[in-house]
């Protein structure tokens, strides 16, 4: 059963392929987003950016798990500190105001701070119906990446403070906002998923999204854990549970 892997490799993909072998898996880098005959058997796993697995995922026959495109929005805003709407873009272009705007799950809308919606990519670059995800903007103190795993938080890392790239490993209490998330929303997220969260300059926690695990980098976690993560996050469409179906992308 092998570890799916584009042709390009960051740094933590890099670091998951050498667990994976460590681990005695398989590891497959495709040159190009045509999948081999072997490989269609339905009994992979990927590692990759979305728009390379939307390309190769269905031949390899994998099932990648992703939060809702509205989940952030839906949270309570106890989780959130801040006022988050998902709507099409057609409408954010109506704003005059400063907003954070972002995809909910991949990277075609860049994820900045909008002076008002006028800035946005125009209808001539995306479709007018896109989903985006609009808040107001907030600043973060430390933002750390949490990987959760059948209702648990099985690894984690932080990855910035103040803005500035900072890994190292989570904090207690970052692992603790994690836990009460996961018992008061963790049903609303499929059983594996990255969720980011951080301290924001009025001290208090929030999270500030959900990604894909087989898209996400590392950082800091364990290594091991988060592959476990991944191999679930992104494997076989016929091991799939139940419970995940209405989270595959």
Not at 37 to 54: F, I, N, Q, T, V
Not at 98 to 123: C, E, M, Q, W
């Amino acid at each position: 059963m092998p570890l799916v892997l584009p042709p390009r490799l960051t740094v933590s993909a890099r670091t998951l392929r050498d667990t994976a072998r460590r681990r005695g898996l398989r590891t497959v880098q495709l040159p190009d987003r045509e999948v081999p005959g072997e490989l269609r058997d339905g009994d992979a796993y990927l590692h990759a950016g979305p728009s390379y697995a939307d390309s190769v995922a269905p031949a390899l026959g994998i099932a990648p798990l992703e939060a809702p495109a509205d989940w952030l929005a839906r949270l309570p805003a106890a989780f959130v500190r801040r006022e988050i709407r998902a709507l099409p873009i057609r409408e954010a272009y109506a704003l005059r105001r400063p907003v954070f705007v972002k995809s909910p799950n991949d990277k075609s809308i860049p994820a900045l701070v909008y002076t008002d919606g006028s800035r946005l990519p125009g209808p001539d670059a995306v479709d007018p119906g896109t989903v985006v995800l609009v808040s107001d903007v907030v600043a973060f103190e430390t933002e750390y990446r949490l990987y959760l795993l059948d209702g648990q938080v099985h690894t984690g890392s932080r990855y910035a403070t103040s803005g500035r790239f900072d890994p190292a490993p989570p904090s207690a209490s970052a692992r603790a906002f994690g836990a009460e998330l996961l018992a008061a929303a963790g049903h609303t997220l499929p059983s594996a998923i990255v969720v980011d969260v951080g301290m924001t300059d009025a001290r208090q926690w929030a999270v500030i999204e959900a990604n894909a695990a087989w898209a996400s980098g590392c950082y800091a976690s364990d290594p091991d854990r988060a592959l476990d993560v991944v191999l679930r996050a992104a494997g076989p469409l016929a091991r799939l549970a139940e419970r995940d179906s209405a989270f595959v992308r």
